[in-house]
């Protein structure tokens, strides 16, 4: 590990590859309900639907971690599968327009899942790689700054892109915005990722030749006495996903329901639509994640979390009771800052908490706690939705919102090493 602080401009260039990353992430959430829908899937069917790329998330990040841990090559442990997967995922979204039927969609879908795991997992352990335990928080910001970049792209290329000249191209079922969106979503993960790589191979060879204090310092006692603290966050990233899953799949059909009231023959207005909300909430969650190492310099950043979680629960239960879009845009406020927190403290928290050695594979298995709520959704939620719900997609919101709140409460039983810092 480089000891010597990193300039943020080079924080910067190592997360570049998120962008690209969560670009696509974004289009495919963004998206798929829609997809789904145009090949005449059920709202109750949705769950269902992403079941299997829920399962290949729940596994593929720990058996990235792991190996990656052990691998050794020119490039480092992570960099030989952010690339491999970069490229299965860029072939992935580059054939996705050809298909033709929900069953290809689903296919694809998990194929797509399969390349993003194997680029995505490595980026987490890959800050212990690189950068000093005291730079922790605000290079997981800057990852969730980077994330926030990319997403707020996809989400409104789809609008961006909905002009008379695209409109009159016709390759195949899925919307032209949509399809060339996938398009360009392929080039900016290539550029991004290699980005990246550039960025980050001067200084793993540096990193390399220097003896990690953390693997000194840290063994297997010392993760035995940080098991309370990482089991919490476990629980936490439990609820947090289970609630935030639960949005981003029934984003679409809520406002189908409650903004276009049920008009079917206007996917490509309400994909567009969720794409705009979405944009809404990441590039709030720029912001909040700029701000959030500042803050957590006065501020505990558990305390930064628990109160992040209150406000985007708060949010999220408040979709339950609006009728306009405009209202709908003012509560992605909320979700915006829980959204650039969750995504970074949690982690900071958690690697001050492993030795360098086994990073990739708690981070795997952190990934874990983030996918098998996504399974629980998809197995469970459209049986809710409509033996209980009554098919009014609105409810699920106003659950998600507690799903949050219970998160808050675990994460403020959290003992936080940098919350003593600060206290002393």
């Given at each position: 590990m480089i000891n010597e602080k990193i300039k943020n401009s080079t924080l910067f260039g190592f997360s570049s590859g998120l962008v690209g990353i969560q670009f696509v992430w974004s289009l495919v959430i963004a998206n798929m309900s829609g997809i789904f829908a145009l090949?005449?899937?059920?709202?109750?069917?949705?769950?269902?639907?992403?079941?299997?790329?829920?399962?290949?998330?729940?596994?593929?990040?720990?058996?990235?971690?792991?190996?990656?841990?052990?691998?050794?090559?020119?490039?480092?442990?992570?960099?030989?599968?952010?690339?491999?997967?970069?490229?299965?995922?860029?072939?992935?979204?580059?054939?996705?327009?050809?298909?033709?039927?929900?069953?290809?969609?689903?296919?694809?879908?998990?194929?797509f899942t399969i390349g993003m795991n194997t680029t995505q997992q490595p980026f987490r352990p890959l800050v212990s790689d690189i950068v000093s335990k005291n730079q922790y928080t605000s290079f997981y910001a800057i990852q969730t700054i980077m994330i926030g970049l990319g997403a707020t792209l996809a989400f409104i290329m789809p609008w961006i892109l909905k002009s008379n000249v695209i409109a009159n191209i016709h390759i195949s079922n899925i919307p032209t915005s949509i399809m060339f969106s996938f398009f360009i979503g392929a080039i900016v993960l290539i550029t991004s990722v290699a980005w990246s790589v550039i960025s980050v191979k001067p200084y793993l060879l540096i990193s390399n030749q220097k003896k990690n204090p953390d693997d000194v310092e840290k063994n297997s006692g010392q993760i035995l006495n940080a098991k309370n603290t990482i089991i919490k966050i476990f629980v936490a990233q439990f609820f947090i996903w289970l609630g935030t899953f639960s949005f981003l799949v029934y984003l679409t059909p809520v406002i189908r329901q409650v903004i276009l009231h049920n008009y079917q023959n206007l996917i490509e207005q309400c994909a567009i639509i969720t794409g705009l909300v979405s944009a809404a909430y990441t590039l709030v969650s720029i912001i909040f994640?700029?701000?959030?190492?500042?803050?957590?310099?006065?501020?505990?950043?558990?305390?930064?979390?628990?109160?992040?979680?209150?406000?985007?629960?708060?949010?999220?239960?408040?979709?339950?009771?609006?009728?306009?879009?405009?209202?709908?845009?003012?509560?992605?406020?909320?979700?915006?800052?829980?959204?650039?927190?969750?995504?970074?403290?949690?982690?900071?928290?958690?690697?001050?908490?492993?030795?360098?050695?086994?990073?990739?594979?708690?981070?795997?298995?952190?990934?874990?706690?983030?996918c098998l709520p996504q399974i629980l959704v998809?197995?469970?939620?459209?049986?809710?939705?409509?033996?209980?719900?009554?098919?009014?997609?609105?409810?699920?919101?106003?659950?998600?919102?507690?799903?949050?709140?219970?998160?808050?409460?675990?994460?403020?039983?959290?003992?936080d090493t940098e919350t003593c810092k600060i206290q002393k």
């Open positions: 090949f005449k899937a059920k709202d109750s069917e949705l769950g269902l639907l992403w079941i299997v790329p829920s399962i290949i998330g729940l596994i593929f990040p720990l058996l990235i971690g792991y190996f990656s841990d052990r691998t050794s090559t020119f490039l480092g442990k992570r960099l030989p599968y952010i690339i491999t997967g970069t490229l299965v995922t860029a072939i992935t979204i580059i054939l996705w327009p050809l298909v033709s039927s929900l069953a290809m969609a689903a296919i694809m879908l998990c194929l994640a700029y701000l959030i190492p500042i803050i957590s310099q006065r501020i505990p950043r558990k305390i930064i979390l628990v109160l992040s979680l209150l406000a985007g629960g708060a949010s999220l239960g408040s979709i339950y009771f609006i009728n306009r879009e405009l209202y709908l845009f003012l509560l992605m406020i909320g979700i915006g800052v829980a959204w650039a927190a969750f995504n970074s403290i949690p982690f900071a928290i958690l690697s001050d908490c492993i030795p360098n050695k086994k990073m990739g594979f708690y981070m795997g298995l952190s990934n874990v706690f983030i998809s197995l469970f939620i459209g049986l809710i939705l409509e033996k209980f719900l009554k098919g009014n997609t609105v409810n699920i919101m106003l659950l998600a919102g507690i799903c949050y709140i219970i998160a808050a409460i675990f994460v403020q039983l959290i003992h």
